[in-house]
């Protein structure tokens, strides 16, 4: 059993506290707001994270992890110490590294001899070898080890991951073999590496996962422009196993806690090496154009959008989570009330107005009088919804189903007019 402290009790910090006490590890998880900090260590987890209050209420009531206020615990007397706090993109488009730098400053002189650092943040290429140099401290080994959590899964990624991966920064090999060890009881393939190439990992997959998106959703206009259909194309597409299954749904654009920050952070590593990358480029300049490119599917489908009542359907980034940062369901409502469209919304995680959407209790109190519904995100329970009741209460039987989720056959005996991503309008 290891002592370990976690820097951050944010998405990431939290999953990795709970995570480690559940292979056995002794944690303790620090964080500067103390509501957080109050009601953590009662159990209480107010993300929409599945399996992650269980766990955090399981190592709370087993005395294996524990949650306080500044970052004195988390720092000395453990073997090592996670930093799990924000890199948020900057003015510059780099990421932001305030926070691992302030937490440097305070672990200077706290952390014991032997004790390893871990970046778990996502950093910039060579971030570990600087920090090292900033740490100044030959007694103390720094390490890269990226983490690779989906929202919504992320319980299940950190105790039954595809891969860890680990990289040493110079004089860090030994503590990069110590922090392999915690994840003995996981059985996932190790990817030991130097820091710097760890830290690409994070970056290059997703960043690579977003170019997929892009693609997709590339090929979706042109399935429409030339009368494809964009299911069959993905369908052919998966059946090569380089290609894949995954990330081939086309959709409203791609969002979230990282891709928007990773894919930005990678490109200005990139420009700051002189290495010109216009896929990359590209990957962020069609998705900042799907959210443009729906809106005019909805206007050719409903007709002028001033002054009519619009059901969205989701406003999350993606099914299975609460978090809303940079949602593409967000940048689609923001244009159609630029063009004066009257927003009602409903999603299951979402309790309050998000901007320019009044957010109702039901799929059905947002179908009412409306004069076009627009599903966003690709919550389940969309499906297999009552279409011919729904059918009855809209003012117009328009759908763009933005996610393809809704059954045709239903939706279309019900009355609906269906416009889809990549597929021929359905009357």
Same mark, same amino acid.
């Given at each position: 059993?290891?002592?370990?402290?976690?820097?951050?009790?944010?998405?990431?910090?939290?999953? @990795?506290?709970?995570?480690?006490?559940?292979?056995?590890?002794?944690?303790?998880?620090?964080? =500067?707001?103390?509501?957080?900090?109050?009601?953590?260590?009662?159990?209480?987890?107010?993300?929409?994270?599945?399996?992650?209050?269980?766990?955090?209420?399981?190592?709370?009531?087993?005395?294996?992890?524990?949650?306080?206020?500044? /970052?004195?615990?988390?720092?000395?007397?453990?073997?090592?110490?996670?930093?799990?706090?924000?890199?948020?993109?900057?003015?510059?488009?780099?990421?932001?590294?305030?926070?691992?730098?302030?937490?440097?400053?305070?672990?200077?002189?706290?952390?014991?001899?032997?004790?390893? !650092?871990?970046?778990?943040?996502?950093?910039?290429? #060579? @971030?570990?070898?600087? !920090?090292?140099?900033?740490?100044?401290?030959?007694?103390?080994?720094?390490?890269? /080890?990226?983490?690779?959590?989906?929202?919504?899964?992320?319980?299940? *990624?950190?105790?039954?991951?595809?891969?860890?991966?680990?990289?040493?920064?110079?004089?860090?090999?030994?503590?990069?073999?110590?922090?392999?060890?915690?994840? $003995?009881?996981?059985?996932?393939?190790?990817?030991?590496?130097?820091? @710097?190439?760890?830290?690409?990992?994070?970056?290059?997959? /997703?960043?690579?996962?977003?170019?997929?998106?892009?693609?997709? /959703?590339?090929?979706?206009?042109?399935?429409?422009?030339?009368?494809?259909?964009?299911? *069959?194309?993905?369908?052919?597409?998966?059946?090569?196993?380089?290609?894949?299954?995954?990330?081939?749904?086309?959709?409203?654009?791609?969002?979230?806690?990282?891709?928007?920050?990773?894919?930005?952070?990678?490109?200005?590593?990139?420009?700051?090496?002189?290495?010109?990358?216009?896929?990359?480029?590209? @990957?962020?300049?069609?998705?900042?154009?799907?959210?443009?490119?729906?809106?005019?599917?909805?206007?050719?489908?409903? #007709?002028?959008?001033? #002054?009519?009542?619009?059901?969205?359907? #989701?406003?999350?980034?993606?099914?299975?989570?609460?978090?809303?940062?940079?949602?593409?369901? &967000?940048? !689609?409502?923001?244009?159609?009330?630029?063009?004066?469209?009257? &927003?009602?919304?409903?999603?299951?995680? =979402?309790?309050? %107005?998000?901007?320019?959407?009044?957010?109702?209790?039901?799929?059905?109190?947002?179908?009412?009088?409306?004069?076009?519904?627009?599903?966003?995100?690709?919550?389940? $329970?969309?499906?297999?919804?009552?279409?011919?009741?729904?059918? %009855?209460?809209?003012?117009?039987?328009?759908?763009?189903?933005?996610?393809?989720?809704?059954?045709?056959?239903?939706?279309?005996?019900?009355?609906?007019? &269906?416009?889809?991503?990549?597929?021929?309008?359905?009357?």
């Amino acid at each position: 059993m290891a002592r370990i402290g976690v820097v951050g009790a944010g998405y990431v910090g939290l999953t @990795t506290a709970a995570c480690f006490a559940r292979l056995g590890h002794d944690v303790v998880c620090a964080d =500067v707001e103390p509501a957080k900090v109050e009601s953590l260590s009662r159990a209480e987890v107010g993300a929409h994270e599945p399996g992650l209050p269980e766990l955090v209420e399981e190592g709370v009531r087993g005395k294996r992890l524990r949650f306080v206020l500044g /970052n004195d615990e988390a720092l000395s007397g453990v073997d090592f110490v996670f930093l799990c706090v924000p890199t948020p993109t900057g003015a510059d488009g780099a990421a932001d590294l305030a926070a691992v730098h302030a937490v440097l400053r305070e672990a200077r002189g706290a952390v014991r001899p032997g004790c390893a !650092v871990v970046l778990k943040s996502t950093v910039p290429p #060579g @971030t570990a070898e600087r !920090v090292a140099g900033l740490l100044g401290r030959d007694d103390v080994g720094v390490v890269s /080890n990226p983490e690779f959590l989906r929202e919504g899964h992320a319980v299940d *990624d950190f105790l039954r991951p595809q891969r860890v991966v680990v990289g040493a920064s110079a004089g860090g090999e030994d503590a990069a073999r110590r922090v392999v060890g915690l994840y $003995e009881g996981t059985g996932a393939p190790a990817v030991v590496t130097d820091s @710097t190439s760890a830290e690409l990992v994070k970056y290059a997959s /997703n960043c690579f996962l977003a170019m997929k998106l892009s693609y997709v /959703n590339s090929l979706a206009e042109l399935c429409e422009r030339v009368g494809g259909d964009i299911s *069959d194309v993905t369908e052919g597409m998966s059946l090569d196993d380089r290609i894949g299954t995954a990330f081939l749904e086309p959709g409203p654009g791609w969002g979230g806690s990282c891709f928007p920050k990773d894919t930005k952070a990678l490109l200005s590593a990139a420009e700051e090496a002189r290495v010109d990358f216009p896929l990359l480029r590209a @990957t962020i300049g069609t998705n900042g154009h799907q959210a443009r490119r729906v809106v005019d599917l909805a206007r050719a489908a409903i #007709g002028p959008l001033r #002054g009519a009542r619009l059901g969205l359907l #989701g406003l999350t980034f993606k099914a299975g989570t609460d978090d809303l940062r940079d949602s593409p369901a &967000l940048a !689609v409502a923001a244009l159609l009330a630029e063009e004066g469209a009257r &927003l009602v919304g409903y999603d299951p995680c =979402v309790r309050r %107005d998000c901007g320019p959407v009044r957010v109702l209790g039901s799929a059905e109190e947002v179908a009412r009088g409306a004069d076009g519904l627009l599903v966003l995100t690709e919550w389940p $329970e969309f499906a297999e919804l009552d279409w011919p009741a729904l059918a %009855d209460s809209v003012h117009r039987r328009v759908i763009v189903d933005t996610r393809n989720l809704l059954p045709l056959d239903k939706v279309v005996e019900a009355g609906f007019h &269906l416009v889809n991503l990549g597929r021929r309008a359905a009357a």
